[in-house]
T-cell receptor, first 114, second 113 residues
Framework: GAVVSQHPSRVICKSGTSVKIECRSL??????MFWYRQFPKKSLMLMAT?????????EQGVEKDKFLINHASLTLSTLTVTSAHPEDSSFYIC??????????FGDGTRLSIL | GESVGLHLPTLSVQEGDNSIINCAYS??????FIWYKQESGKGPQFIID?????DKRQGQRVTVLLNKTVKHLSLQIAATQPGDSAVYFC????????????FGKGTLLTVNP
């Protein structure tokens, strides 16, 4: 149990493009979803926390207008990187949790902006 | 174990040996801890968790030890296999209601055949 699916697994696109990443909890209802960014050989850096039906809470230094998060249902959250630039290239990972499930992670999205 | 610096801490063991990965956590108010395994190019995978009212918990081939006095957490892997090669992260929850976790820097475990 506690399977989290993230899509797409890899995106390569031109600078200025907006990119949407989906995170789905497949077998449990996720009251809370998290979005992380990870640089090579580094730990996970929390970007934002989203609760179903509420606005996301962003960590300090993360631009909310740049990284749009929607958590419209108990099984789906999306992260949209707006007008992406090369410095946004990274590995983005989502996780989902509820009162019975600690954070379980998707397999990440490798975003490359040319 | 964990350390400050640019390089990921590493642990290299022989196949069949036992591995011990250490983690020093930061918040004395933390009441829940998790170990995750992350293979290259994948998301972290839940291994085992422990609450602060326990000092030891065992799973299949893995044991987590918690020493609250010195804020130390360890993961022991018995009979380490090549498939155990990965980066291992400890994570702590400081009791917030939002299931938020703070992650350690990670330790790269390499198992030599």
């Amino acid at each position: 149990g506690a399977v989290v699916s993230q899509h797409p697994s890899r995106v390569i696109c031109k600078s200025g493009t907006s990119v949407k990443i989906e995170c789905r909890s497949l077998d449990f209802q996720a009251t809370t979803m998290f979005w992380y960014r990870q640089f090579p050989k580094k730990s996970l850096m929390l970007m934002a926390t989203s609760n179903e039906g509420s606005k996301a809470t962003y960590e300090q230094g993360v631009e909310k207008d740049k990284f749009l998060i929607n958590h419209a249902s108990l099984t789906l959250s999306t992260l949209t990187v707006t007008s992406a630039h090369p410095e946004d290239s990274s590995f983005y990972i989502c996780s989902a949790a509820n009162s019975n499930q600690p954070q379980h992670f998707g397999d990440g999205t490798r975003l490359s902006i040319l | 174990g964990e350390s400050v610096g640019l390089h990921l801490p590493t642990l290299s063991v022989q196949e069949g040996d036992n591995s011990i990965i250490n983690c020093a956590y930061s918040n004395s108010a933390s009441d829940y801890f998790i170990w995750y395994k992350q293979e290259s190019g994948k998301g972290p995978q839940f291994i085992i968790d422990i609450r602060s009212n326990m000092d030891k918990r065992q799973g299949q081939r893995v044991t987590v030890l918690l020493n609250k006095t010195v804020k130390h957490l360890s993961l022991q892997i018995a009979a380490t296999q090549p498939g155990d090669s990965a980066v291992y992260f400890c994570a702590e929850n400081s009791g917030g209601s939002n299931y938020k976790l703070t992650f350690g820097k990670g330790t790269l475990l390499t198992v030599n055949p």
